[in-house]
């Protein structure tokens, strides 16, 4: 079938890899394929971390349990290493009420996942370079940590490697007839295939019409030491990778502003050393900002029409979700099956 997909962050590629793998001729269609905010994501794999319940983290642990197999695939095909781990994130919490809310939600919620409950003392044997602030953690072993960069390099190599074309273009119109995409256009040119894929991010709003808005973020490149796992804490999150490490992010309701800011630099820093005192000595590599896709709920949005799928608004966890996005697109294009999440999150429920 020769598809055409519109986009080309972590999900427009990773659906444009399984479909291509899978014998289809694909096509993607992106503004610029190094704008995406998956180039700048932290690439915590953290459904608990993340305090999802419900639908999101039904969706989220079963995305998770196809990571590892999407990485080894993916690296097979790409011939890069994708660094990747399931090392497990370490919460931290700075305060009684925080921790005593998030100790009964894993107690309630979290059953089916192995982690371990750190006192202020535990922390202090087991974790010696964190700061006294910190007063407990809890130890999710499942979690996991993907290089979002060596992803996104390793999609783009696996997609060419699998003749998947890019085309820059930016695409500013659908034409649809009877409910069936007949063809969409570009500020370059029109196109056509037998299937569509939106992926349009941060970008949706005015093609899809679905209330999706940037969120932005800045992410600090710097380089320390080195660190088993990911602290993560509500003032800043620290994610070791192989070469580097990241302190994320601002959250900010700022547009398309892609401007690093003294302020959202000076809070990550501030945030990262009272976690951990001794990233005070790292090297400062570099800002990053991205431009999460936000929506009123914080959940995906899904559709499948009679020719074509929409897949955006994967707020703060794009990386995460990836590789069952993708899964469903594939299942629905191959064996006609419908996953159920294009019900669970279906753009209806913000017209209803
Ligand atoms: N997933 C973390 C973030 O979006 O900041």
């Not at 932290?42 to 305090?51: D, K, N, T």
């Not at 419900?54 to 080894?72: A, K, M, N, P, T």
């Not at 993916?74 to 994130?89: A, D, H, P």
């Not at 309701?253 to 401007?259: E, K, L, N, V």
């Amino acid at each position: 079938m020769n598809i055409l997909i519109i986009g080309s962050g972590v999900i427009g590629l990773s659906t444009a890899f399984e479909l291509a793998l899978s014998g289809h001729n694909v096509r993607v269609v992106t503004r610029n394929y190094e704008e995406g905010s998956s180039w700048v994501a932290g690439g915590m794999l953290a459904p608990y971390s993340e305090g999802l319940t419900g639908d999101l983290l039904r969706f989220s642990v079963e995305s998770l349990s196809l990571y590892s197999d999407f990485i080894r695939r993916l690296e097979e095909v790409s011939r890069l290493n994708v660094y990747f781990n399931r090392n497990g994130i370490l919460r931290l919490f700075l305060n009684e009420k925080e921790y005593e809310e998030a100790r009964r939600q894993a107690s309630d919620d979290y059953r089916n996942t192995d982690f371990e409950e750190l006192s202020g003392k535990d922390l202090r044997s087991r974790e010696p370079f964190l700061s006294g602030e910190p007063i407990g953690g809890i130890l999710f072993k499942e979690e996991g940590n993907v290089d979002s960069e060596k992803l996104m390099d390793a999609l783009l190599f696996a997609c060419e490697n699998l003749s998947v074309k890019i085309l820059l273009d930016d695409i500013v119109e659908i034409e649809k007839k009877n409910g069936k995409v007949e063809g969409v256009k570009g500020l370059k040119d029109s196109y056509t295939a037998d299937f569509y894929v939106f992926t349009t991010g941060a970008w949706s709003r005015p093609l899809l019409n679905l209330p999706v808005y940037p969120v932005k973020g800045q992410i600090l490149k710097i380089k320390g030491p080195e660190l088993e796992k990911v602290y993560y804490s509500n003032i800043s999150y620290i994610i070791p990778k192989e070469n580097y490490i990241l302190i994320g992010a601002t959250s900010e309701d700022a547009g398309f502003d892609s401007r690093p800011t003294v302020g959202g630099v000076k809070s990550l820093l501030e945030g990262a050393v009272r976690i951990i005192p001794s990233l005070a000595e790292a090297e400062l590599l570099n800002v990053k900002v991205g431009f999460r896709p936000g929506t009123p709920d914080e959940k995906p949005v899904f559709e499948a029409g009679e020719n074509y799928v929409i897949s955006v608004g994967h707020y703060r966890n794009g990386i995460l979700w990836a590789p069952l996005s993708a899964r469903m697109v594939l299942d629905l294009v191959d064996k006609g099956i419908r996953s159920p999440y294009f019900d669970t999150f279906s753009g209806k429920r913000f017209s209803e």
